[in-house]
């Protein structure tokens, strides 16, 4: 099953209120999944292109999918407030929107070292012609202390770890972010008495991804190690963890709408003082809160 596919049809309430749809479709657009690519993909490039192209397409596509969410996601902020369920919870919860925006410096960081990695490649070539035995000796070949391009290695295996380490923990940040402007929103979904919204464990991925991450090792391949953990987390994140949650939102702002479009005038109110859920007619229940209505029996 593709969890990036969102429901698509339009509740007659949302309608009703202009904030409310613009938040849904914003929910239900799909959201580029640049990036996500699976273990073998990710090892077969990463290798062939000498670690640069995947480091590459991720932060764009990262860049960009997490532009777009921000922006769905402040929308749902806004609704919930302009709603008014708790006014204390507002706050933290604006506040989490604005913690989901994109760090435009990791992404920077990460560009500029791998661009400090083909500076020096290009220096080092500058003078001699370029075959793919020289840059094969300068990379995957260059093992030994005394080779000339040992320390070309170096620079290349350093900057490449570091750079896919930080994209890991930019990755992790903003998946950590998430998990916060739900724990904040949850209140105000309570509010309305529905169960609050739940976020995917970050625990367990393909077996794929660690015996890459093995093997990379093995053979000396040091930066392969944080080029797979940074491949799962943002597939992970990109196929199932975001696309969840958006459905998830999606289904509670459904679940708010319908109570809001029952009529009150005829059927009354739930006798429980704290729900005040409008009766459905033939209903033994209140559908928010669960108090028995035995006038309805």
Same mark, same amino acid.
């Given at each position: 099953?593709?969890?990036?596919?969102?429901?698509?049809?339009?509740?007659a309430s949302?309608?009703?209120?202009?904030?409310?749809?613009?938040?849904?479709r914003r929910?239900?657009?799909?959201?580029?999944t640049?990036g996500?690519?699976?273990p073998?993909?990710?090892?077969? =490039?990463?290798t062939?292109? =000498?670690?640069?192209?995947?480091?590459?397409?991720?932060?764009?596509?990262?860049?960009r999918?997490?532009e777009?969410?921000?922006?769905?996601?402040?929308?749902? !902020?806004?609704?919930?407030?302009?709603?008014?369920?708790?006014?204390a919870?507002?706050?933290?919860?604006?506040?989490?929107?604005e913690?989901l925006?994109?760090?435009p410096?990791a992404?920077?960081?990460?560009?500029?070292?791998?661009l400090?990695?083909?500076?020096? =490649?290009?220096?080092?070539?500058?003078?001699?012609?370029?075959?793919?035995a020289?840059?094969?000796?300068c990379?995957?070949?260059?093992?030994?202390?005394?080779?000339? !391009?040992h320390?070309?290695?170096?620079?290349?295996?350093?900057?490449?770890?570091?750079?896919?380490?930080l994209?890991?923990?930019?990755v992790? !940040?903003?998946?950590?972010?998430?998990?916060?402007?739900?724990?904040?929103?949850?209140?105000?979904?309570?509010?309305?008495m529905?169960?609050?919204?739940?976020?995917?464990r970050?625990?367990g991925?393909?077996?794929?991804?660690?015996?890459?991450?093995?093997?990379?090792?093995?053979?000396?391949?040091?930066?392969?190690?944080?080029m797979?953990?940074?491949?799962a987390?943002?597939?992970?994140?990109m196929?199932?963890?975001?696309?969840t949650?958006?459905r998830?939102l999606i289904?509670?702002m459904?679940?708010?709408?319908?109570?809001?479009?029952?009529?009150?005038?005829?059927?009354?109110a739930?006798?429980n003082h704290?729900?005040? !859920?409008?009766?459905?007619?033939?209903?033994?229940?209140?559908?928010r809160?669960?108090t028995p209505?035995?006038?309805?029996?």
């Open positions: 099953m593709n969890l990036s596919k969102l429901p698509t049809s339009v509740p949302f309608e009703r209120d202009p904030l409310a749809g613009v938040v849904r929910l239900e657009r799909r959201l580029p640049l996500a690519w699976g073998v993909r990710t090892a077969f =490039f990463g062939l292109t =000498f670690g640069l192209l995947p480091l590459i397409v991720w932060t764009t596509g990262f860049r999918h997490v777009q969410e921000t922006e769905a996601l402040g929308s749902l !902020a806004e609704w919930a407030r302009a709603r008014g369920r708790r006014p919870a507002v706050g933290p919860l604006m506040a989490s929107a913690d925006r994109f760090r410096l992404w920077l960081v990460c560009l500029l070292t791998l400090f990695v083909i500076a020096a =490649f290009a220096i080092r070539f500058a003078e001699t012609s370029l075959t793919w020289a840059l094969l000796d990379t995957y070949f260059s093992d030994t202390a005394t080779s000339p !391009a320390d070309l290695r170096l620079m290349w295996m350093a900057g490449l770890t570091f750079a896919y380490a994209h890991w923990v930019h992790r !940040a903003h998946d950590a972010d998430l998990r916060r402007f739900i724990k904040r929103l949850n209140p105000l979904i309570t509010a309305e529905l169960p609050p919204v739940g976020v995917p970050r625990t991925f393909c077996l794929l991804w660690i015996v890459g991450a093995v093997m990379m090792g093995l053979y000396g391949v040091w930066w392969g190690i944080p797979m953990l940074a491949g987390a943002q597939r992970r994140y196929r199932y963890t975001g696309p949650v958006r998830e289904n509670r459904r679940d708010i709408a319908d109570i809001s479009r029952v009529p009150t005038q005829n059927f009354g739930c006798t704290r729900c005040l !859920a409008p009766r459905r007619a033939n209903s033994t229940f209140c559908h809160c669960g209505h035995p006038a309805f029996a």
